[in-house]
């Protein structure tokens, strides 16, 4: 009987180890993936939740101001591409400018504009920095989506995951806010590493379209998902009581363009600055713009709680505003800016008193 007893005894005991060291080694794996994103991406130790700061950078300059109703800023967030960015263009100054001589001297602008990204990236970033409060949000976009058009047909996807950046985010994004583990996540991305590193064929080229596939760009099935990543974020501004700005796109291309005559400056445009071809073959780009800019025309109308400016029709054939086909100049800038203001109430930024910051 205490053979039996102590048998028994040795098995709880087995069994009490190896729950030790299941959760040693999941602690350990635990450890070693919050070590890696944060030195890979600058993850937080303390709350992996925070993940898609990994991608979005951008956003931390946010999180550090924490914008609120409470505060004594009118807070202002642009979401867009790199029209926005002020590497690529003066439309945050303007802004803030134009506002000043106005007499608001009360604006904090949150500019998480960024080169190449689209409405979904806006749709993701929008999400995250639910946290924070905004009186007004401008949302500016057309061109980049274009891109995901150079792709055939069974490769293509509407949530862009044709794209091994966009895979990996949407991979990613449901756990941003939620998670406060992050093996689950880490598991999900080596997964999504392993198809890119196994079928590098069925993802787009991110920076510049694989010429084989730009015959594809035509057929502009990037419509449905621009729509779709637009209605999530006015629905997303609805819920939380911020006003939105949305705006057609903007763009110019010369009768004669071409990427020989770009190349050589030889075009209307001021600085010359990137040709169209990293989108696309310029009439594909064309017509994926106008698609995109009906999207937008035809949301504002349904939508009554959102301000709108036909930004391409007012612009149109005026080549001193432009840099390229879509970047602005310092004129094309400040008349962007004459084109907001002109859609808000004048008393819109009048309800707080204080000094302008800008953040970045």
């Not at 990543?229 to 071409?258: C, H, K």
Request: glycine content about 6%; overall charge negative.
């Amino acid at each position: 009987m205490a053979s039996r007893e102590r048998i028994q005894l040795s098995r709880g005991a087995r069994v009490v180890l190896f729950v030790v060291w299941l959760g040693f080694c999941v602690g350990l794996a635990e450890g070693a993936a919050r070590a890696g994103w944060r030195l890979s991406l600058g993850v937080s130790l303390r709350d992996p939740g925070q993940i898609l700061y990994a991608y979005y950078p951008e956003m931390w300059h946010v999180f550090s101001v924490s914008p609120s109703r409470d505060d004594e800023f009118f807070d202002v967030l642009l979401l867009g591409g790199s029209v926005l960015d002020p590497h690529w263009g003066s439309i945050e100054q303007q802004l803030l400018e134009q506002l000043f001589l106005a007499g608001h001297r009360n604006v904090r602008v949150s500019n998480v504009g960024t080169p190449a990204h689209t409405t979904r990236d806006s749709l993701h970033k929008y999400r995250a920095l639910s946290r924070h409060q905004f009186e007004l949000v401008m949302l500016y976009h057309g061109i980049n989506e274009t891109r995901a058009n150079n792709a055939p047909p069974e490769v293509f996807r509407e949530d862009y995951s044709h794209y091994a950046w966009y895979e990996a985010l949407n991979a990613l994004a449901p756990y941003h806010g939620n998670a406060s583990l992050s093996l689950p996540y880490t598991f999900r991305y080596l997964g999504v590493r392993a198809r890119h590193a196994l079928r590098p064929d069925r993802y787009i080229v991110e920076h510049v379209p694989r010429e084989e596939w730009t015959r594809y760009g035509g057929d502009v099935r990037s419509a449905a998902a621009f729509e779709a990543n637009l209605r999530a974020i006015i629905d997303e501004a609805a819920a939380r009581g911020e006003r939105l700005v949305l705006s057609t796109f903007a763009y110019y291309v010369p009768e004669d363009y071409s990427q020989e005559r770009f190349d050589r400056r030889e075009l209307d445009y001021v600085l010359h600055q990137t040709p169209l071809e990293i989108w696309g073959r310029p009439e594909s780009v064309v017509a994926g713009i106008d698609a995109h800019n009906e999207v937008v025309r035809r949301l504002a109308r349904d939508n009554d709680g959102v301000w709108f400016v036909d930004q391409a029709t007012r612009m149109q054939g005026t080549p001193e505003n432009f840099n390229d086909a879509a970047h602005l100049t310092t004129a094309g800038s400040r008349r962007f800016v004459e084109h907001i203001l002109e859609v808000l109430p004048p008393t819109l930024f009048s309800e707080h008193v204080a000094g302008v910051r800008i953040v970045d």
